[in-house]
T-cell receptor, first 110, second 116 residues
Framework: DAKTTQPNSMESNEEEPVHLPCNHS???????IHWYRQLPSQGPEYVIH???SNVNNRMASLAIAEDRKSSTLILHRATLRDAAVYYC???????????FGTGTRLKVLA | GAVVSQHPSRVICKSGTSVKIECRSL??????MFWYRQFPKQSLMLMAT?????????EQGVEKDKFLINHASLTLSTLTVTSAHPEDSSFYIC????????????FGPGTRLTVL
């Protein structure tokens, strides 16, 4: 199973952009990169996913390195509600399994 | 967006009893559902993959006779924790795969199981 590596924790000030990095050096050509976040005592919430090109949606942007060995989740303006554990996951082919790493705990300061 | 529900949201039971947790995909058909467990301050650990109409595939170290999984329809999977013990107390989360969206998984809200 391809693995991901993320910093254990990060801090950001409210209203400022946040860049959450993820390394996935063993990614294969068909692995999609998925990002989820989890609030305490809740199930993970889908944020964004991509394969090769950068992606934008209403929640965030995903920047994928040209060699696909790393990616960055970008929250354009952090709010207190964005405080959560963010997981970067590679979707396993062909079982579609997600193997969760330790994730990054994001703290947003008011 | 795709919605997955779980029932119950929390359950307390006595040691030795069995507990059933339901997972439903509300607005899409899920040929595959997954079951995870999560201990406090830890990440999610995949327990098993459930395919509609076939036997579940369990991850290494997960006892299939203790954690019974049934996926009888395209919108419902159940996890039964048999002969529960206090060490089975955990947060159980299901997810469902939406084949129409690059196989993205959508997660339920989780079930908090406490075994006394």
């Amino acid at each position: 199973d391809a693995k991901t590596t993320q910093p254990n924790s990060m801090e950001s000030n409210e209203e400022e952009p946040v860049h959450l990095p993820c390394n996935h050096s063993t990614i294969s050509g068909t692995d999609y990169i998925h990002w989820y976040r989890q609030l305490p005592s809740q199930g993970p919430e889908y944020v964004i996913h991509g394969l090769t090109s950068n992606v934008n949606n209403r929640m965030a942007s995903l920047a994928i390195a040209e060699d696909r060995k790393s990616s960055t989740l970008i929250l354009h303006r952090a709010t207190l509600r964005d405080a959560a554990v963010y997981y970067c996951i590679l979707r396993d082919v062909p079982t579609y399994k997600y193997i969760f790493g330790t994730g990054t705990r994001l703290k947003v300061l008011a | 967006g795709a919605v997955v529900s779980q029932h119950p949201s929390r359950v307390i039971c006595k040691s030795g009893t069995s507990v059933k947790i339901e997972c439903r995909s509300l607005d899409f058909q899920a040929t595959t559902m997954f079951w995870y467990r999560q201990f406090p301050k830890q990440s999610l650990m995949l327990m098993a993959t459930s395919n509609e109409g076939s036997k579940a595939t369990y991850e290494q170290g997960v006892e299939k006779d203790k954690f019974l999984i049934n996926h009888a329809s395209l919108t419902l999977s159940t996890l039964t924790v048999t002969s529960a013990h206090p060490e089975d107390s955990s947060f159980y989360i299901c997810s469902a795969r939406d084949a129409a969206e690059a196989y993205t998984q959508y997660f339920g809200p989780g079930t908090r199981l406490t075994v006394l």
